[in-house]
């Protein structure tokens, strides 16, 4: 998606508002997609922008399939300097909380729902901070998130816009996403309370929401023994 009229600041992803474009990631999934080719596909994808301030495209990883798929919104600093999903300061809190519920990380595919990392330079210092992806640019990455559901959890379908999580944490939901969904915060969000009681407070609530997921992984695994 080229922006019209786009201004930059250097060592930096500011951006004026783009017009509307139709293209998306669809023309690079290959026709029957395993998890490797996807990962390679996406190393050259420019359906947006944002590859262009990116240092390289961050696609999910896991097994396939999985047990549990977790899908954040996009990646950030770390993520897009190791190239690795979820291993920041938010996936080693997101670690910690799945030993904490008896989930084995080995089990867990994560992934992104856009595979860049989109954001703006801090107006002291070198830190980059993260920026929510417009809705035009979650569409153009839409095709490798479908990808990844059908080989990781053979489901293609959305939650849809209508969705909030401040109204729908922890609960189990009816979706054509998987046999079962399950929306939390994201551990980034717990690492931005504005002080420790809070910061402990939603790690404890986000703790109980992953405690769902570990009863129902437990409960298969009774059926089907």
Known sequence: MRAQGKRRLRGSNTEAPSSAHSTTAANLIPPSPTLAALQMGARKCKACDLFRNATQTVFGEGPAPAGV?????????????????????????????????????????????????????????????????????????????DAELQVVSAAQALLGKDF??????????????????????????????PDIQAREQQRREFVRDLGKVADLINARRGSAA
Request: glycine share 8%; net charge positive.
């Open 164 to 193: 909030r999580v401040t109204r729908e944490r922890g609960v189990l939901m009816k979706s054509h996403l998987a046999p079962y969904v399950l929306a939390t915060t994201h551990p980034a969000s717990i690492l931005r309370a």
């Open 69 to 145: 798929m977790f899908v954040g919104e996009q990646p950030g600093d770390s993520e897009d300097k190791t190239g690795h999903p979820f291993v920041g300061p938010a996936g080693k809190l997101l670690d910690q909380a799945l030993v904490e519920v008896g989930i084995d990380r080995s089990d867990v595919f994560v992934t992104n729902v856009v595979k860049h990392f989109k954001w703006v330079a801090a107006q002291r210092g070198k830190r980059r901070i993260h920026k929510k992806p417009r809705q035009s640019e979650i569409e153009a990455c839409r095709p490798w998130l």
